[in-house]
Each structure stands twice: as structure tokens, then as C-alpha cells.
T-cell receptor, first 110, second 113 residues
């Protein structure tokens, strides 16, 4: 089965600072990749997905962007963080019928 | 516009009894449904799924029921164990959507010893 790595595990950043979260996948090739955010008291919201290198689809307008420079690497970025960007960020990779999730990154913007 | 709804934010049951978690959806294009279990500060783990061509799928203590006409599914856990205490997310996808999942807000299940 797949293994999804995310780092860092936790991050505290000031408002206006840049962001880069990285996700790498092992155990599969050419997966669909996804970024989700879980805000406090809410469900998982799909932010971006990618069906291949350099191919990014955005699900909701926001202050974030995503990139896929390699087949099994997915990066979530921001040039200037907002308070509302705080949350738990999860990377996922497609399996046969389900998605496999990474351990997540807890981002706190102060 | 929430397409997948879990109307019970929390559920508390006694060890050994049945836990029933409910989920409703509005998008008739959804044809595959999944349940995930999530512990705090961890990623969700896949539990069980069901295709719209079935109305029941069973895996050990976990059974998912699908009622397409009511656009409703439920997860039954029997017998419930304290280790089952977690947040359970219902998710749905539609064929041709690049396997994108739409999640409900989750139900916190607490199983008391």
C-alpha cells in the first residue's frame, strides 16, 4: 500500500509570511494527489487536486496555490499567510477506490 | 451548499452495543461512498466503502448500508469497542470526477467502557 509523507508536522507562522508545505508519496506511480484543509470544527475541504505533473486544479478561491514538480511530490504554498489560513492540512493520494491520507500539518497563523 | 451531511456532531454508546452513524447526500451523481476514521492530529484512515450498485457491504464489525432512494447511508459498528472512539467522516465521489471526495463534517463517536 501507499505511504504519504508530510512535513512539517506543526508550523506557527506570522500573518503575511510565506508558506511551503510538502507532500511525497511512496508505493505508487502517477497517482492523483489532493490537498485538503480541516478548519476548526469543520469537515475536510478539498483545496487542490492534480492528475499529473504540472497539472493543478483549484477547488475553491483562496490565498493558497499548489504545484506538482514531480510525479510523487505535491507542494502547497502561499506568498502571504492570512489568519484564516490556520487549520489542519492533509495531503492524499488516490488508491484503487479510496484515498490514502498523510499525517497532516497543523498550521497556526498568528 | 453541503452535499454530504452528517447531522449528528457526536454520539456516545456503551462498549459492546451497536453504534450507528448516519450520513445524507444531495448530489444524485454520487455513486461511491466511503467512511473514514480519524484520530486527533492524524490523517483519516479508510474504513469501508460501498458502490451505488449495492445496498450493503460488511467487513468484520463494520457494515455500511446504502439507501439510494433516500440518499442516505449509515455505518454500523457492532460490537462497539473503546478503541473505536474517533471522528468518523462520510465521503462521496462521482464517476469521472478524478476520484475527488466530498466529505461530511464528521461525527465524534465515544465508546464508554
Amino acid at each position: 500500500s501507499q505511504t504519504i509523507h508530510q512535513w512539517p508536522a506543526t508550523l506557527v507562522q506570522p500573518v503575511g509570511s510565506p508558506l511551503s508545505l510538502e507532500c511525497t508519496v511512496e508505493g505508487t506511480s502517477n497517482p492523483n494527489l489532493y490537498w485538503y484543509r480541516q478548519a476548526a470544527g469543520r469537515g475536510l475541504q478539498l483545496l487542490f487536486y492534480s492528475v499529473g505533473i504540472g497539472q493543478i486544479s483549484s477547488e475553491v478561491p483562496q490565498n493558497l496555490s499548489a504545484s506538482r514538480p514531480q510525479d510523487r511530490q505535491f507542494i502547497l504554498s502561499s506568498k502571504k499567510l492570512l489568519l484564516s489560513d490556520s487549520g489542519f492540512y492533509l495531503c492524499a493520494s488516490s488508491g484503487y477506490n479510496e484515498q490514502f491520507f498523510g499525517p497532516g500539518t497543523r498550521l497556526t497563523v498568528l | 451548499d453541503q452535499q454530504v451531511k452528517q447531522n449528528s456532531p457526536s454520539l456516545s454508546v456503551q462498549e459492546g452495543r451497536i453504534s450507528i452513524l448516519n450520513c445524507d447526500y444531495t448530489n444524485s451523481m454520487f455513486d461511491y461512498f466511503l467512511w473514514y476514521k480519524k484520530y486527533p492530529a492524524e490523517g483519516p484512515t479508510f474504513l469501508i466503502s460501498i458502490s451505488s450498485i449495492k445496498d450493503k457491504n460488511e467487513d468484520g464489525r463494520f457494515t455500511v448500508f446504502l439507501n439510494k432512494s433516500a440518499k442516505h447511508l449509515s455505518l454500523h459498528i457492532v460490537p462497539s469497542q473503546p478503541g473505536d472512539s474517533a471522528v468518523y467522516f462520510c465521503a462521496a465521489s462521482a464517476t469521472g470526477s478524478n476520484y475527488k471526495l466530498t466529505f461530511g463534517k464528521g461525527t465524534l463517536l465515544t465508546v464508554n467502557p
